[in-house]
T-cell receptor
Framework: KQEVTQIPAALSVPEGENLVLNCSFT??????LQWFRQDPGKGLTSLLL???SQREQTSGRLNASLDKSSGRSTLYIAASQPGDSATYLC???????????WGAGTKLIIKP | GAVVSQHPSRVICKSGTSVKIECRSL??????MFWYRQFPKKSLMLMAT?????????EQGVEKDKFLINHASLTLSTLTVTSAHPEDSSFYIC?????????????FGPGTRLTVL
């Protein structure tokens, strides 16, 4: 059974720092992996989608990597800003269906 | 990009009442919609998958008679929490897959906060 873990559960860093959020999964047979952002009391915003054949995806200040063999993905945020404060969730797609298996998220606080 | 709306965004109800949550794809046709539930500081939990015109497929442990899902059209799915109780209080999120879009793209709604008193 696939399990997705995100560590740490919460992270607070000063503005301007580069940071890395971690996501690990137990079964390397995945179809894709996605990173999402959730603002308090709000829905989800898809940030990056990595297919199983890809190693990384980039969007602006965000870079997500995928290492299937080790069951890990990282989300790198460069030059963090207070507006980056949110909960970041990773989710694994085990097959071409859309049912995702979710991590519990990392709550990120960027201090001005 | 594709937009999914949910209504209402917040609802407070008394124990024993039923609450209906709507999920609409505003600018695309959604052949499949998903309903998730999120507990505080926990992962999102998939409740059910609904395909337009057919019965929803519920995940193990989700009571189909309590959480009624209707996907009546290609742009609308509804989740009805019947005889709600305080333990049903949660954040409910829907997502939709575009019929003609990328095969691996889900679009998420903004969520509905349900509080049962």
């Amino acid at each position: 059974k696939q399990e997705v873990t995100q560590i740490p559960a919460a992270l607070s860093v000063p503005e301007g720092e580069n940071l890395v959020l971690n996501c690990s999964f137990t079964d390397s047979a995945i179809y894709n992996l996605q990173w999402f952002r959730q603002d308090p009391g709000k829905g989800l915003t898809s940030l990056l989608l990595i297919q199983s054949s890809q190693r990384e995806q980039t969007s602006g200040r965000l870079n997500a990597s995928l290492d299937k063999s080790s069951g890990r993905s990282t989300l790198y945020i460069a030059a963090s800003q207070p507006g980056d404060s949110a909960t970041y969730l990773c989710a694994v797609g085990p097959d071409s269906n859309y049912q995702l298996i979710w991590g519990a998220g990392t709550k990120l606080i960027i201090k001005p | 990009g594709a937009v999914v709306s949910q209504h209402p965004s917040r609802v407070i109800c008394k124990s024993g009442t039923s609450v209906k949550i709507e999920c609409r794809s505003l600018d695309f046709q959604a052949t499949t919609m998903f309903w998730y539930r999120q507990f505080p500081k926990k992962s999102l939990m998939l409740m059910a998958t609904s395909n337009e015109g057919s019965k929803a497929t519920y995940e193990q442990g989700v009571e189909k008679d309590k959480f009624l899902i209707n996907h009546a059209s290609l742009t609308l799915s509804t989740l009805t929490v019947t005889s709600a109780h305080p333990e049903d209080s949660s954040f409910y999120i829907c997502s939709a897959r575009s019929a003609g879009g990328r095969t691996d793209t889900q679009y998420f709604g903004p969520g509905t906060r349900l509080t049962v008193l």
